[in-house]
């Protein structure tokens, strides 16, 4: 291992921890790696050959702190290789990912080490343990468990395989995505290709062109940040189309970076795993350890909005379809016209444009206004440090500060789009908040795909944009305010169908006139939003919503029937994407959101395989959470704020999801805030 390598695995005698990326060289991580690897394996195999009975101090709380090397590599490797990747980060991503898996595996695989929580999980109630310390003895046997720890030989020697293979098509899955969104530009040359693209989208696809070798001309990329605003206000219906299908086919096109075959094998294994550990399909494991516990439970709640979603969605087409011909434009909409005349539509039932909205909304306004919405609900205050060593100059560093004025943590904000990054937008960790080994203070970090303005200009944002910003740092918040002594159930670490509560519930405050009326200002003239334009804007706000809803749930749906599916030998993800849609009456003018070739959430590793339908879960609790302030009078009520702070931000997952709900709000949620949030009902 080189000199290099070994500033991986050190402890960082950096500012806050923060890692030295500086020093770190992508070809360093293999080596770094092994060596975690080694000394992980070492802890944990003391950890099982002890002699001594098994207590919660020798076996849980050691197995929390067996992995520090670890998962150190791990953090940085995985941010990095989301966030500024390249070729060699990327073979070492194919060549760790089965290593990964294989070590994880002969982990949770091991008899001995399995033996001994399996004893402590039968005595619990004589072990004078702490809330904390039971639920994470509770998760630790049902992590085990669900691993395969209870299995004969020759199913765990099975399980391993499949969790090898696994971890390799994800890591392709998601690299064949990437490949198709780098190499893909639209390039624009003459006045006919921009007509009816506003100054904010000019000036951005020049710069996009300028960062992919073309000089002097315009780029549309697939950045959703690129390629929304150029469908939604392009004239040009023959390179909308182009655009579009460029966009729905990532993952799609013909040649190596065709995901179909992935996809396939994917779900058998997947499958085959599932019944290996008893269960029906793969829905029907991974629902048994979330909220939603069932398939039923989550077919009921898709199936009870999914009808208003579509009549809504009907409704809307109707009215798309009416602006076209009032045009004069003798079309039939398709998928790449929605947004384009839904943008007319738009302005002329609620007087809006978005060229007329976007200068209000500064991302530098945007970050000021999601932190000002944390220190109006709790106290925190936050801090830009300068001159950080960052792995990418785009990156911005700030100290956050609680309630109390004391260091609670590190926020980078990552919010520019470039080619050596995968799409979308998400928070994730350098380290976590734990206080096993001290007072270990969390390094969060958001990153974002939206459009970079040209050199010293603001970079102005859509309103969706803006929400964007605001539930990543929900995400954010649910990270750095965590309060729990044990790393497993520390920040984001909660339920699947839980963890987007935080997220989307934080968004609401962007939509508040105190937030608005403060920060949405001009970037010429500093004047803030008008009233009468806030009025409309607000007033649109659920505009649009069947088509949101019925893009987002046509996709919790396959992925849903996907992973309930058992006749798999001869599946063809395409076909099968096609049948599940058209017994759902999907919409000829709308595509799902993310189809089955690019659906990182699912195919990337499984965090929301059988699970995309956790937005919308979480998103019947936020309704409902947000209605606790709004039954105060204030959206920013201290006594509701607290009960939020303690019970959902700052647990993470040290309580059952429904009891943390529960003892925040006081009943579980219902569905209707959620259909009156969306304008689905009157």
Known sequence: MSETAKVLLQDWKT????????????????????????????????????????????????????????????NVFFNLSSADTNETLQQVERNVSPKLAAYSTKKYLNPALFKRIETLMAKKDTLDLTFE?????????AIFH?????????????????????????????????????????????????????????????????????????????????????????????????????????????????????????????????KLLGFENFAAFKLDDVMAKNTNAVDDLLSNVWGPAKARALEEAADLQDMAQSEGDNIEIAPWDWRYYSEKVRSAKHDLDEAEIKPYFQL??????????????????????????VYHPDVRVFEVFDKNGDHLGIFIGDYFARASKRSGAWMSAFRSQQKLKGDVRPIIVNVMNFSKAPESEPTLLTFDDARTLFHEFGHGLHGLMSNVTHPLVSGTSVARDFVELPSQLFEHWLDQPEILKKYACHYQSGEVIPEELLERLLAAANFNQ????????????????????????????????????????????????????????????????????????????????????EETGDAFDADTAAKLEK????????????????????????????????????
């Not at 909308?240 to 299908?245: C, I």
């Open 546 to 629: 069947g088509f949101a809803t019925v893009e987002y749930l046509a996709t919790a749906l396959v992925d849903m029937a996907i992973h309930k599916e058992d006749k798999l030998d001869d599946l063809d993800p395409a076909q099968m994407e096609k049948k599940i849609l058209n017994d759902i009456g999907m919409p000829k003018e709308i595509i799902m959101r993310h189809r089955i070739p690019h659906l990182l959430h699912a195919f990337a590793g499984d965090g929301y395989s059988a699970g995309y339908y956790s937005y919308l879960w979480s998103e019947v609790m936020d309704a409902d959470a947000f209605e606790a302030f």
């Open 647 to 682: 019970f959902i931000y700052a647990a993470g997952g040290s309580q059952d999801p429904a009891k943390a709900y529960m003892d925040f709000r006081g009943k579980l949620p219902s569905i209707e805030p959620l259909l009156k949030g969306r304008g689905l009902v009157n």
């Open 146 to 274: 669900r691993a395969g720890a209870g299995l004969n030989t020759s199913g765990k020697t099975r399980i391993a395989e499949i969790n090898e293979r696994l971890a390799t098509l994800g890591t392709s899955f998601a690299q064949n995505v990437l490949a198709d969104e780098a190499s893909y530009k639209l390039v624009l040359e003459n006045e006919s290709d921009l007509e009816g693209l506003p100054e904010f989208l000019v000036k951005a696809a020049s710069a996009a062109a300028e960062e992919r070798g073309e000089p002097g001309k315009y780029a549309i990329t697939l950045s959703r940040s690129s390629i929304e605003p150029f469908l939604q206000f392009s004239k040009r219906r023959d390179l909308r189309e182009e655009a579009f299908n460029a966009w729905a086919s990532r993952g799609d096109n013909p040649g190596k970076t065709n995901n179909s075959v992935i996809v396939r094998e994917t779900v058998q294994l997947r499958n085959e795993k599932a």
């Open 15 to 74: 500012p806050f921890g923060l890692p030295p990326f500086a020093q770190i060289k992508p070809e360093d991580f293999e080596g770094a790696f092994e060596e975690a690897f080694k000394a992980g394996e070492n802890n944990i195999t003391r950890i099982a050959q002890n002699p001594e009975e098994p207590t919660f101090k020798n076996t849980i709380a050691a197995l929390e702190l067996a992995e520090d090397a670890l998962e150190q590599v791990a």
């Open 364 to 389: 530098d306004q945007m970050i000021e206004a999601a932190f000002y919405t944390a220190t109006r609900l709790f106290g925190l205050s936050f801090k830009e440090l300068k001159g950080q060593d």
């Open 133 to 141: 310390q039971d639920r994470v003895l509770e998760r630790y046997y």
